[in-house]
């Protein structure tokens, strides 16, 4: 992966500088920004959703769709109670 540079202003950069120390166990500042910009797409994702469930009919239809995969997502697969039974409660 190729590197770049960016110019941010010191305060910019002293804030992401003190989320990566504060909330990101110190990681480098790509990482921290990484982690940021990954978390405001499962922000915008979970909005979706959000908006979805706010209209009953689409929430209907999305659920009867997703149950489709979800039914043979599994098809062939023996049950994980039988693979692992000490997980069995």
Do not use: C
């Not at 239809?61 to 039988?82: H, K, V």
């Amino acid at each position: 992966m190729a590197t770049t540079t960016m110019q941010l202003d010191g305060g910019l950069r002293d804030e992401l500088a003190e989320i990566a120390r504060r909330d990101f166990a110190g990681v480098p500042l790509a990482e921290a920004l990484r982690r940021l910009i990954r978390e405001h797409q499962v922000n915008k994702i979970m909005t979706r959703y959000a908006e979805l469930q706010a209209d009953q009919q689409e929430w209907a239809s999305y659920r009867a769709e997703t149950s489709l995969t979800d039914n043979t997502a599994g098809d062939g697969m023996p049950p994980g109670r039988d693979e692992y039974p000490e997980y069995n409660e």
